[in-house]
């Protein structure tokens, strides 16, 4: 099953994650990157690993991207591992699937994943399991708020073992970028119809009760409060970006 996959990395000055998780995919033919021009040492540290492919593309959307990174390529493998640079695969993950025998008509696996703060796993997160793995041709890529959603076209099976999910970039970077993402996410809230939105999303549309929502939901729900400071850690950065959301919509209240 192995030989039958190409591994698609979307990357933008991720220096601080790319070797590790190419360390993780050698058993790779072919590591497809599409990379958006990025300016630090990205570039160089996947020039390393000789399975690697490097495509450059300025960045526009998310979705697009992918359509690019997917369809545009070359990629002539059957199946497609999409992955963020920060995503690992560790062997009991590489394991499974290795193993499987999927039928014809699966479109897709499913994996969960295990987020990770500084290296220190979490016992939950608010991440969802996605269709990391899926047949070309059977998934098509569609702008969500600040990323992309992958819609599958056929069946979908869970697997067992997970994703790490280990982002090692600075706070800094992370602040400017939930900036810019939750630009994104309140433009999404304020121009769908509440019908189209998560029970999450209405609630974060209140303006008040997101991020009192996702404080409660990470420390009690989830039990983070006992994962010590990376649990703590996590819900801050959770409650953070929802305050932020709220304060692009109470932005554009007063603009309005």
């Known amino acids: 099953m192995l030989a039958e996959i190409t591994p698609v990395i979307l990357t933008y000055n991720e220096a601080a994650n790319i070797a590790r998780s190419l360390e993780r995919l050698t058993w790779a033919r072919e590591v497809v990157i599409v990379d958006s021009h990025s300016t630090d040492d990205t ?27 997917v369809e545009e390529t070359g990629i002539a493998s059957e ?13 009991a993950l ?49 702008q969500d708020g600040h990323t992309e959603k992958l819609r599958i076209d056929g069946p979908v099976v869970k697997l067992v ?11 800094e970077r992370w602040l400017q970028s939930q900036a ?13 119809p509440s019908s189209e939105l998560s029970w999450p999303d209405r609630i974060r549309k209140t303006r008040v009760l997101g991020p009192l929502a996702v404080l409660v939901h990470c420390l009690v729900v989830k039990r983070l409060v006992f994962d010590g400071t990376a649990g703590l850690l ?9 305050i932020i959301l709220s304060m692009q919509l109470l932005r554009r209240d007063l603009d309005r």
């Open 180 to 192: 810019r993402y939750q630009a994104q996410e309140a433009e999404k809230l304020l121009t769908r």
């Open 161 to 171: 073992n997970r994703l790490l999910h280990d982002d090692r970039k600075s706070l």
């Open 234 to 242: 996590y819900t801050a950065q959770r409650v953070t970006a929802d």
């Open 43 to 69: 570039v160089a540290i996947a020039g390393r690993f000789p399975n690697v492919r490097l495509v450059q593309r300025p960045f526009d959307t998310h979705a697009r991207q992918w359509r690019f990174a």
């Open 79 to 91: 199946w497609v591992l999409r992955l963020d640079a920060d995503y690992m695969v560790e062997p």
């Open 94 to 142: 590489r394991d499974e699937i290795a193993a499987l025998r999927p039928d014809p008509a699966t479109a897709a696996c499913e994996i969960a994943f295990t987020y990770c703060i500084e290296g220190r796993p979490l016992r939950a997160s608010l991440y969802p399991a996605l269709p990391v793995l899926f047949r070309r041709g059977r998934g098509r890529f569609e």
